[in-house]
């Protein structure tokens, strides 16, 4: 029987699941909120400047302080978070790299702290 090509190792798997990530670097960016997802406590941002790996867009943890009520999608905001890493041996990137076609050598987490309202529209 021939294995289904989506299907990832579980070694491959099991790493990911249980990596270990780094202290907190705390990032302040400006961007604007694209997805509110309240059920899972998060939202989908678009950064100006991109993070340490290229994105612009990045999912952030809400903490239960900031009501997600009160936010707005494509309003400016100062974003200021944490990013956290987990880097990936070099047997996982290069399974990912050649088997998935994936450059992915760490993962990230980013947790929101606080965020501002910028006005950016008026004189």
């Known amino acids: 029987m021939v294995k289904k090509k ?7 798997s099991k790493e ?17 909120i694209l997805e509110l997802y309240e059920q899972d406590g ?3 941002a678009q950064l100006y400047d991109p993070v340490e790996d290229g994105r612009h867009i990045i999912e952030m943890g809400v903490p239960k302080k900031i009501k997600m009520g009160d936010l707005e999608k494509g309003e400016v905001y100062e974003f ?8 990936l041996s070099k047997e996982v990137t290069e399974y990912l790299a ?26």
């Not at 299907?7 to 491959?12: A, F, S």
């Not at 200021?80 to 880097?87: C, G, K």
Request: glycine residues 4%; negative net charge; proline residues 5%.
């Open 6 to 12: 989506e299907e990832i190792p579980d070694w491959v």
């Open 42 to 44: 998060k939202i989908e």
């Open 16 to 32: 990911i699941q249980n990596a270990k990530f780094g202290k907190p670097t705390e990032m302040k960016k400006t961007g604007y």
């Open 80 to 87: 200021v978070f944490e990013q956290m890493v987990a880097p």
């Open 98 to 123: 050649t088997e998935k076609d994936m450059e992915m050598s760490a993962i990230y987490q980013f947790e929101l702290k606080s965020l501002d309202l910028l006005d950016v529209g008026s004189d």
